[in-house]
């Protein structure tokens, strides 16, 4: 079936390097989101990317929508305690309504 | 507004007894969302309602599961004969759709299953 795929699963940083997570989907998407869902949370929403290679910043985060609209990457620049969490991808397949999540990347970091 | 609204925060029941869900969405928004997630997953989409209309219902639930939202406001998700495998986060979010537009879920707290 219709898949969005998020790797890593897992990435443990030091505080201060940076951090990417990456989305691929098996089908074109009309657009994709993100959220971050912090320990005993919920998601959050962070973003949307509709446009072919769109790239977007907030702070020290920058989002990617991939030329074909099939990938997406978020990366962290100098990661702080507060970016700890979990951040998920989740893409509207194109024709259809509803939201596709990833699995997920959980990120801890090392003060 | 305080957001998306869920109760129960936390339910436990005992297999094979039915439970229902409540949520309460943000007034201006037009769509609502039921999703399931467990332990070290992405939330999984159950199904969602424009304005009082069921538009779409996951394959993956069964007939024991039904949701209704009357009169377009809040809506409620019912368990019938629950099994272990239940046991999950239930949440709800509400979103705007207007012309083109879809715009990022809201998400409420979720209400978290347990069936022993």
């Known amino acids: 079936g219709q898949q969005v795929m998020q790797i890593p699963q897992y990435q443990h940083v030091q505080e201060g390097e940076d951090f990417t997570t990456y989305c691929n989907s098996s089908?074109?998407?009309?657009?994709i989101q993100w959220y971050k869902q912090r320990p005993g949370g919920h998601p959050v929403f962070l973003i949307q990317l509709v446009k072919s290679g769109e790239v977007k910043k907030q702070k020290r985060l920058t989002f990617q929508f991939g030329e074909a609209k099939k990938n997406s990457s978020l990366h962290i620049t100098a990661t702080q305690t507060t970016d700890v969490g979990t951040y998920f991808c989740a893409g509207i397949i194109q024709g259809a309504q509803k939201l596709v999540f990833g699995q997920g990347t959980r990120l801890t970091i090392n003060p | 507004d305080t957001g998306v609204s869920q109760n129960p925060r936390h339910k436990i029941t005992k297999r094979g007894q039915n439970v229902t869900f409540r949520c309460d969405p943000i007034?201006?928004?037009?769509?609502l969302y039921w999703y399931r997630q467990t332990l070290g997953q992405g939330p999984e989409f159950l199904t969602y309602?424009?304005?009082?209309?069921?538009?779409?219902k996951s394959r993956l639930l069964s007939d024991r599961f039904s949701a209704e939202r009357p009169k377009g406001s809040f809506s409620t998700l019912e368990i019938q004969r629950t099994e272990q495998g239940d046991s999950a986060m239930y949440l709800c979010?509400?979103?705007?759709?207007?012309?083109?537009?879809?715009?990022?879920?809201?998400f409420g707290s979720g209400t978290r299953l347990t069936v022993v």
């Open positions: 089908t074109t998407l009309s657009n």
């Open positions: 979010a509400s979103s705007l759709v207007a012309g083109q537009g879809n715009y990022g879920h809201t």
């Open positions: 309602f424009q304005n009082e209309a069921q538009l779409e």
């Open positions: 007034s201006e928004h037009n769509r």
